[in-house]
């Protein structure tokens, strides 16, 4: 390992290749929270009164709750005062019509993280909903998705348009008041998108969204609903990038799924927040809840993660089994390298008859960095025939890292069948041997490795998120090893 | 360990009654426990009481509480166990081992009972006493070794105030104690119900070799809570097979600790065994101080009607090259609850560990629950873990393949299920500790009532 020791200094010190900034005239808050700045948010989106109560409600539960403790994740006490919960660019004030109405250097920052709205509309034939900071500026595809009845916007504009959608669903699977992010989210969230497919339809393209978080100081708060109406399906991509800053950054997402009777959602991510530097300053607090219930009969929700930004990630994409036969499946993959913390996992709430649930998760840790798994398999005294299936693996890489595994199994139901198991291993020598003998070098053999230790999560990717992912993976760990 | 951070601890509303309960049992009994007449003792049992009034008892919102109830606990007023007349030899019989030979030492209500014992001839390099002989005979010899525990929970706290017999077992470097020592713990109803507190200090010098079988039981059905609390020391390459049943009354509640250290290269063998109690909870850990050292942890905790039982374990490898190996099953049937939290620790350095567990556990009823947490925690990478849990039911094929020859349900889920607790049973050494299991798992198989759930 020693004769490549220099490209592996020279890749463990790469810089984030997405760190940058776009100096865009930011309409933003005065940091701090109180109900004026509550009010305020609303105001400025121009809300209904409904919505304003609302996010009220939320702020006053939130003043109540502690920030919870439970998590495998040291960071030093956030202040909530200091942080700004409104940030749009400027230029929305008249709202583009079109892309060439789109602030030139908004579409530039796209174009350098490889991801032109031009190009991907017609090349992956994607619509791109891009959440630049809080406001969505551009939207594509909608005419198309508009011919099927699919509704695909912002939050805001869901908000305007369809009030009645919104007001059934929201806050129904996470509640205003589940826990200290979530209420906070609940109180101040700005922007995200709003998906609905009708009864019996098949969203013709995958649907995909860009987060970013810019403004410095400006805490990204996201609330994401879709909605999968009886026998619909559709397949949603969420994938991230974000800016080199040195202060940590607060992002605190809500996402939640409803699918009805026989609907499907399939919800891929790709999270690359910028991780902090090599020695652990800076960097994304990632705390996000992800729920999704399936509420009818043979319903079924599937998440897939790929995790390989975030200072800290605290992150539990869970499903609620209420629907009779429904399905639960949750592939992750989660990457952490030098100081980075990972606490992400999943909940499986097994309600209804003959629900299953499935849970892949692969943990990988490098450097000094901490990365566990924290599971709950919950059967319910109702759920009949329930089945899960939990494997957890982990793989170190140096002997400073840690992985760590906390499933918790509740059973109530004598005819449910659970199954749990975890093992940890690191990248043999022999393995990278092998490699070395047929002229693979170190990094690529660490690549190869990892990627195939990762591969039943990765095939649940769709295609384009695939590759990414796959490419995200190796460069990610380029170095960790030697 | 973050898990504990903040809230947990704090004394629950109403708590201030037992408090001030606990406080005046301690002005009551001070005087009259054994080593009243020592300082450090009397000091050691004030800090008790005093780390009581700040504990209390745990609450579910505590992490390592959180399956796990003690409200009824809470809710009795226990009275310090006195001595109490010391039942007739026929009435030990029950709880013995037949064609056991045995270093015997009996307790009743946490007292030596001298009249029950039969110690034998013990080889040189070996002092087994009970702990009150050692506090009266020679005070400073037990001090260190009951001044180190770390008071966690309310119920260690309690049981350091009230802190009062035992047994003492100690082994000289390279003495290999043939016949094992076996340890009865009866406790006596009486009107009210009773806290007895046992304390077991085992220390096994160098190489020493070891079999202790701890057992506790019920006579009557008199309420009450037993407190124990087991620490063993094991020098360089020493050797303890330790074993534990528990079968009391399901009036009685049993809440114990067992605190292991090993020096490099000893062995630590546990078999525990529950299936009394009402509410039942042990906690063992085991921490792997010197290199390769080996430690297998095995239970089977089988419950019904409302019985409650739950095994907190923790492995921690703190050293190179340590090998673990745990198994634990449990069997649930009626309204029983079932708990098994499984941590292994392996600490920054301790390459070359290798570590396996396995929690099982069967349901057997509609109304009965288990709830089960295997954790790892590890921060090295060179090392091998791996974990397993599950939960499920009988098979149905090997239901069906006894039943079409003619066995009924229940006679076929009874055998069944003692081949699934036949496993952990197969793993103890001593013929005659099996034999007398294999007897009791039979009666504790949840009967026929339990049957009307089939696949």
Not at chain 1, 34 to 58: M, N, Q, T
Not at chain 1, 299 to 324: F, H, M, N
Not at chain 1, 390 to 416: K, W
Not at chain 2, 224 to 234: C, D, F, M, N
Request: hydrophobic residues 40%.
């Amino acid at each position: 390992m020693s004769a490549s020791s220099e490209t592996v200094e020279e890749l463990v010190h790469k810089a984030y290749p997405h760190g940058f900034v776009t100096e865009i005239d930011a309409d933003t808050v005065p940091p701090g929270l109180s109900e004026d700045v509550v009010r305020l948010i609303s105001a400025k989106k121009g809300e209904p009164e409904w919505l304003l109560e609302w996010r009220l409600k939320a702020y006053r539960h939130w003043l109540t709750l502690r920030e919870p403790t439970w998590a495998h994740v040291h960071h030093g006490p956030i202040d909530y005062d200091a942080i700004s919960y409104y940030s749009a660019p400027k230029s929305r004030a008249d709202g583009p019509k079109s892309l060439e109405e789109v602030d030139p250097r908004l579409l530039e920052t796209y174009k350098k993280l490889g991801i032109p709205l031009e190009e991907q509309m017609a090349l992956a034939g994607i619509a791109v909903d891009a959440v630049f900071d809080s406001v969505s500026v551009a939207t594509t595809f909608k005419e198309k998705l508009a011919a099927h009845g699919i509704v695909f916007c912002s939050f805001s504009e869901a908000v305007r348009n369809h009030p009645e959608l919104v007001r059934q669903y929201l806050g129904t699977v996470v509640w205003p008041t589940d826990n200290f992010f979530a209420a906070l989210n609940s109180a101040v969230f700005s922007d995200g998108s709003f998906v609905y497919i009708p009864k019996g339809v098949r969203c013709p393209m995958e649907l995909s969204t860009y987060f970013r978080i810019n403004a410095s100081k400006t805490g990204q708060f996201e609330r994401t609903l879709i909605v999968a109406d009886e026998g619909s399906y559709v397949s949603y991509l969420e994938g991230c990038t974000a800016p080199m800053r040195d202060e940590n950054q607060l992002h605190a997402a809500v996402v939640e799924l409803v699918a009805l009777q026989d609907a499907q959602i399939k919800y891929s991510t790709v999270q690359n927040w910028y991780p902090g530097d090599e020695e652990g300053r800076g960097g994304i607090y990632n705390f996000v809840t992800k729920r999704g219930e399936c509420r009818g009969a043979r319903s079924k929700i599937s998440w897939t993660q790929v995790e390989t930004g975030s200072a800290i990630t605290w992150k539990y994409p869970s499903c609620i089994l209420r629907g009779d036969h429904s399905v639960g499946e949750f592939y992750s993959v989660a990457l952490t390298n030098h100081y980075q913390q990972a606490d992400t996992g999943t909940k499986m709430v097994h309600i209804g008859k003959n629900t299953s649930s499935t849970i892949i998760s692969k943990g990988i840790s490098a450097g000094r960095a901490q990365n566990s798994y924290r599971g709950l398999v919950k059967v319910t005294k109702s759920a009949d025939g329930a089945r899960n299936y939990t494997q957890c693996d982990s793989l170190l890489m140096g002997e400073r890292c840690g992985a760590h595994t906390f499933p918790y199994i509740e059973v109530a139901n004598p005819t449910a069948r659970v199954e749990h198991e975890a093992s940890t291993s690191k990248i043999g020598e022999d393995q990278l041997f092998y490699c070395a003998q047929r002229g693979i070098s170190p990094e690529d053999a660490v690549s190869l490795i990892v990627n195939g230790f990762a591969k039943e999560v990765i095939r649940e990717l769709p295609m384009e998120f695939a590759v990414e992912a796959q490419k995200l993976l190796g460069v990610s760990l380029e170095g960790a090893v030697g | 360990m973050s898990a504990r951070a903040g809230a947990a601890t704090a004394v629950p509303g109403g708590a201030q009654a037992a408090v001030e309960h606990y406080l005046g049992e301690h002005t009551r009994s001070a005087g009259s426990l054994p080593g009243a007449g020592t300082a450090w003792l009397r000091e050691l049992r004030e800090q008790g009481i005093e780390r009581f009034a700040d504990l209390g008892f745990p609450s579910t919102r505590d992490e390592h509480w959180r399956y796990t109830s003690v409200a009824p606990i809470a809710a009795q007023r226990l009275r310090v166990a006195l001595p109490a007349p010391v039942p007739a030899p026929e009435a030990l019989a029950p709880f013995l081992f037949p064609g056991l030979d045995a270093h015997r030492l009996v307790f009743v209500n946490g007292r030596y009972a001298a009249e029950l014992s039969a110690p034998g001839s013990l080889p040189d390099g070996v002092h087994l006493d009970s702990l009150a002989q050692v506090l009266a005979a020679a005070p400073e010899r037990a001090r260190p070794a009951l001044s180190g525990l770390a008071l966690r929970t309310g119920f260690d706290a309690l049981h350091q105030a009230f802190l009062a017999d035992g047994v003492w077992l100690e082994l000289a470097a390279g003495v290999a104690l043939a016949r094992p020592v076996h340890l009865v713990h009866l406790g006596v109803g009486a009107a009210e119900p009773a806290l007895a507190n046992l304390r077991t200090v085992i220390s096994l010098g160098a190489r020493a070799e070891a079999r202790v079988i701890e057992s506790f039981g019920s006579l009557g059905s008199g309420a009450g809570l037993t407190t124990a609390v087991t620490t063993v020391v094991l020098a360089e390459g020493a050797a303890l097979e330790h074993f534990k049943l528990q079968e009391e009354a399901a009036t009685v509640d049993h809440v114990a600790r067992v605190e292991v250290r090993q020096g490099r290269d000893s062995r630590y063998t546990s078999h525990s065994v529950s299936l009394g109690g009402g509410i039942t909870r042990n906690d063992i850990t085991s921490t792997l101080e010197g290199e390769g050292a080996e430690c297998t942890l095995n239970g089977l905790y089988m419950a019904a009607g409302r019985q409650h039982v739950d095994f907190h374990t923790t492995i921690d490898h703190a050293e190179p090259r340590g090998t673990s190996r745990e198994l634990y099953k449990g069997i649930l049937g009626g309204r029983a609850r079932g708990v098994f939290n499984g941590r292994i620790l392996v600490q920054p350095g301790a390459q070359k560990t290798d570590s396996q567990q396995s929690s099982q556990n069967l349901l057997l009823s509609r109304e009965a629950e288990v709830d089960t947490k295997p954790e790892l925690e590890i921060y090295a990478d060179d090392v091998k873990c791996s974990h397993g849990a599950t939960v499920g039911q009988l098979d149905a094929d090997m239901l069906f393949y006894l039943r079409s020859r003619g066995i009924d349900h229940g006679t076929a889920q009874g055998f069944l299920t003692r081949g699934f607790a036949q496993d952990v049973i197969d793993r103890m050494s001593i013929d005659a500790v099996r034999e007398r299991l294999e007897r009791l798992v039979v009666t504790h198989v949840p009967g026929p009532e339990s049957a009307q759930v089939s696949p």
